[in-house]
């Protein structure tokens, strides 16, 4: 027999047969639960369990996609009894109870037909729009999650995080309440996950020093990881004597134990303001997913155990013996369910799918217009601001001075936005790129994180979900690894798993690309962006110089507060304290600061040296970075060779604009790509492929780095594009 049929028929039996059994002594005047509540618990419980039942029947008849059920788990429904409907939850993907529940509190909300729209991938699915079975929803304050094997748990701290931050910045206009608490739950499996850990450490660790952190960690504890059995007592040895954290135990099988520990976890987040681990015991029907034979890995009394333990059998029980409803009454409202969504199973399978590429995409990037624009500080707030350094602004300065100031500028113009980043703080940075910014603007608006770029990120995705604007930064362009699935799989999939519904901007900082003189060797000497450059909807900026970085800096925020973007924005080391191109003293890569207003580079500009009066048309090298400053010397020596050279520097690496590159090529025979990024998986492969098929008439030579690790000291260039090895290609294409 179908294991969900088994259970199925386990319940009925037991509602016929009066063989239900209470799991304790525990009754609901003991607990402060209504009979009116916890009858409504009940009904959102077997709601999910019949629709758990139906998506499994879908898939085998080819009309479902996803089967990750939430039988066992029907507990959770507490936690949305316990939690306002405006408290933000990001939730195990076995949470169907919760946000059954918690749609039965708000007016106007029909679960059953949503999540059948989810199961049989309609477009009309509410959340995604058919791009996937999620739970989720913009009403009930519920971003979507899919697989949250903890990926989740990072930005939910910074969610919670971002409550108390908004309020000591004085910044109202935000999303959560001053006095909301956000849930994230996850199982006993993702506890061990790297990410877990340090997302329930970095709360810990900020509750420790006294920091608000109204979060409640629910930890559904089935006490098995597909095949994989959690160890007894793991959950409870690690996590209920941890420093800063409260630790509370419930029975997630027993209706009236789950609801004591739920209120309990959230009456302490709201109270104190404190990060609590509900620890809930429940139990995994079924098996993993739909395809999933747990018989193979599991002895038939270890499975008519779990059997035993569903929690609807104790419900019900709970509820029969309380005098809240009969035996018959509950078979009834049961059956009534499964009568309903069978009506309702063809009507959904009718219902439309996404016809094609563009509808599938259409969520990739968020709708544009869903911020307002903001206008610029006034000039008296400006002098105010650079008043300690007013003799020095009209000055020229190198990179690092001059994205520091434009951070301070856009702090004053965006009272929402936030930097936050390990040493951003007092120290300003390794590279002082941040440097006055937290005397300027104080800890609430430059928070120095501690060293964990999960975290890092975590704390500006869930402070985005919050309305406010983070710019976070990551030393090394090599660090970003460590979290890269916070850009990839939650920050940029965001959009289109939601339907364009919830956002997170930022403008992600990273100072990357490779030292020219060989210092940090290949840790801090990171040179591929090819991690950032296949995920689809991130923009990517890469500025050659500083007052440009300024420029593309000031563009970036805008497309994060205007468009709701995730932004890149790589600042190559190798140019942070650079003052000269082509000899000691000459400071022409240092610019003079220009005020907000003045000029701007927009996303899609390109740069373009050395094509005046007709000029720069014996070659066109197309570069961007560490190549733009290389190439541009290797220009002058060029030209006293008799070579007309044009120097194309990218700007922004996505979306790359490929007419506006095409066009600027135009006038030359032949092309130069010059790129300080590893040969495979460069930006040089896309570059040649785009000449390639739109500009077939070039003759197109390539420049990049070996495919090699950077070492230390001298021998770092020999793995590097340089000032000589560009001239030497460029002869060698114009003379042959």
Same mark, same amino acid.
């Given at each position: 027999?179908? $294991? =969900?049929?088994?259970?199925?028929?386990?319940?009925? %039996? +037991? &509602?016929?047969?009066? *063989?239900?059994?209470? @799991?304790?002594?525990?009754?609901? $005047? =003991?607990?402060?639960?209504?009979?009116?509540?916890? %009858? +409504? &618990?009940?009904?959102? *419980?077997?709601?999910? @369990?019949?629709?758990?039942?139906?998506?499994?029947?879908?898939?085998?008849?080819?009309?479902?996609?996803?089967?990750?059920?939430?039988?066992?788990?029907?507990?959770?429904?507490?936690?949305?009894?316990?939690?306002?409907?405006?408290?933000?939850?990001?939730?195990?993907?076995?949470?169907?109870?919760?946000?059954?529940?918690?749609?039965?509190?708000?007016?106007?909300?029909?679960?059953?037909?949503?999540?059948?729209?989810?199961?049989?991938?309609?477009?009309?699915?509410?959340?995604?729009?058919?791009?996937?079975?999620?739970?989720?929803?913009?009403?009930?304050?519920?971003?979507?999650?899919?697989?949250?094997?903890?990926?989740?748990?990072?930005?939910?701290?910074?969610?919670?995080?971002?409550?108390?931050?908004?309020?000591?910045m004085g910044f109202e206009d935000t999303v959560l309440a001053k006095d909301g608490v956000v849930l994230c739950s996850f199982g006993d499996a993702s506890a061990n996950h790297s990410t877990a850990v340090g997302a329930l450490n970095t709360a810990a660790w900020a509750a420790f020093q006294g920091t608000p952190m109204p979060i409640v960690f629910l930890c559904e504890d089935n006490g098995i990881g597909i095949s994989t059995r959690t160890p007894v007592g793991w959950i409870e040895a690690n996590w209920s004597g941890r420093a800063g954290l409260h630790y509370i135990a419930c029975d997630g099988c027993d209706l009236a134990d789950a609801w004591r520990g739920a209120s309990e976890a959230v009456d302490l987040a709201r109270r104190y303001r404190k990060p609590v681990f509900l620890h809930?015991?429940?139990?995994?029907?079924?098996?993993?997913?739909?395809?999933?034979?747990?018989?193979?890995?599991?002895?038939?009394?270890?499975?008519?155990?779990?059997?035993?333990?569903?929690?609807?059998?104790?419900?019900?029980?709970?509820?029969?013996?309380?005098?809240?409803?009969?035996?018959?009454?509950?078979?009834?409202?049961?059956?009534?369910?499964?009568?309903?969504?069978?009506?309702?199973?063809?009507?959904?399978?009718?219902?439309?799918?996404?016809?094609?590429?563009?509808?599938?995409?259409?969520?990739i990037v968020p709708p544009k217009g869903e911020g307002v624009e903001r206008p610029l500080a006034s000039a008296e707030a400006r002098a105010a601001l650079f008043a300690d350094e007013a003799t020095a602004i009209d000055k020229p300065q190198h990179m690092a001075r001059l994205i520091s100031w434009g951070?301070?500028?856009?702090?004053?113009?965006?009272?929402?936005?936030?930097?936050?980043?390990?040493?951003?703080?007092?120290?300003?940075?390794?590279?002082?790129?941040?440097?006055?910014?937290?005397?300027?603007?104080?800890?609430?608006?430059?928070?120095?994180?501690?060293?964990?770029?999960?975290?890092?990120?975590?704390?500006?995705?869930?402070?985005?979900?919050?309305?406010?604007?983070?710019?976070?930064?990551?030393?090394?362009?090599?660090?970003?690894?460590?979290?890269?699935?916070?850009?990839?799989?939650?920050?940029?999939?965001?959009?289109?798993?939601?339907?364009?519904?919830?956002?997170?901007?930022?403008?992600?900082?990273?100072?990357?690309?490779?030292?020219?003189k060989g210092f940090g060797g290949h840790f801090h000497n990171d040179n591929s962006l090819a991690v950032f450059r296949d995920i689809p909807g991130l923009v990517i900026a890469v500025p050659s110089c500083g007052r440009e970085a300024v420029l593309m800096l000031r563009e970036c925020v805008r497309l994060a507060h205007e468009e709701s973007r995730v932004v890149i924005f790589v600042e190559p080391i190798a140019l942070y304290m650079t003052r000269d191109l082509h000899g000691e003293g000459d400071g022409l890569w240092t610019s003079v600061y220009e005020a907000p207003g003045v000029s701007e580079i927009r996303v899609g500009e390109i740069g373009v040296h050395g094509a005046k009066n007709g000029d720069g048309t014996d070659l066109a090298v197309v570069t961007y970075g560490n190549g733009v400053y290389l190439s541009l010397q290797a220009q002058k020596l060029l030209a006293e060779a008799g070579v007309s050279v044009r120097v194309i520097d990218l700007r922004w690496i996505a979306p790359l604009a490929e007419d506006a590159l095409l066009a600027a090529v135009d006038p030359c025979g032949q092309v130069l790509v010059v790129d300080e990024c590893r040969e495979t998986g460069s930006q040089s492969e896309a570059l040649l492929a785009l000449m390639a098929l739109r500009a077939p008439e070039k003759a197109l030579g390539v420049l990049a780095a070996t495919d090699s690790f950077i070492p230390l000291a001298r021998a770092a260039t020999h793995t590097l594009p340089s000032r000589d090895m560009i001239v030497a290609k460029a002869l060698e294409m114009v003379r042959g």
């Open positions: 027999m179908d $294991a =969900a049929q088994q259970v199925h028929e386990q319940f009925v %039996a +037991a &509602l016929e047969g009066g *063989q239900l059994q209470r @799991r304790s002594n525990l009754g609901l $005047a =003991a607990v402060g639960l209504s009979p009116m509540r916890a %009858a +409504a &618990l009940l009904h959102s *419980q077997m709601v999910s @369990r019949q629709l758990d039942r139906l998506s499994r029947a879908l898939q085998a008849r080819g009309e479902g996609f996803y089967t990750i059920g939430s039988s066992g788990h029907e507990g959770n429904a507490a936690l949305a009894e316990a939690l306002r409907v405006d408290d933000i939850a990001f939730l195990h993907y076995r949470d169907a109870a919760f946000q059954i529940h918690r749609a039965n509190r708000v007016p106007g909300e029909n679960p059953m037909w949503d999540m059948l729209l989810s199961f049989t991938a309609s477009a009309e699915d509410p959340i995604s729009g058919g791009r996937h079975k999620v739970l989720g929803s913009k009403r009930l304050m519920i971003p979507p999650q899919t697989s949250t094997i903890a990926s989740h748990l990072p930005k939910a701290v910074g969610a919670a995080f971002s409550i108390g931050i908004a309020r000591r809930m015991k429940t139990v995994r029907l079924y098996g993993h997913a739909g395809n999933d034979v747990q018989q193979v890995y599991m002895s038939k009394a270890d499975i008519a155990a779990d059997n035993a333990r569903d929690p609807l059998l104790a419900s019900a029980a709970l509820l029969i013996e309380e005098g809240v409803m009969t035996a018959a009454e509950v078979r009834e409202a049961y059956d009534a369910i499964e009568a309903q969504l069978a009506r309702q199973v063809p009507l959904a399978i009718a219902r439309p799918k996404l016809p094609d590429a563009a509808s599938v995409m259409a969520s951070l301070a500028d856009l702090l004053l113009q965006y009272p929402n936005a936030i930097v936050c980043g390990e040493d951003v703080g007092p120290k300003g940075g390794v590279y002082n790129a941040t440097a006055r910014l937290h005397a300027r603007f104080g800890s609430a608006r430059v928070i120095n994180t501690l060293l964990d770029e999960q975290a890092i990120l975590g704390l500006a995705i869930g402070a985005a979900h919050n309305g406010l604007l983070p710019l976070p930064e990551v030393q090394f362009l090599a660090y970003v690894h460590n979290a890269e699935d916070q850009i990839r799989g939650e920050a940029a999939t965001l959009p289109f798993f939601s339907n364009g519904q919830f956002t997170n901007p930022m403008v992600l900082r990273i100072a990357g690309l490779p030292y020219q």
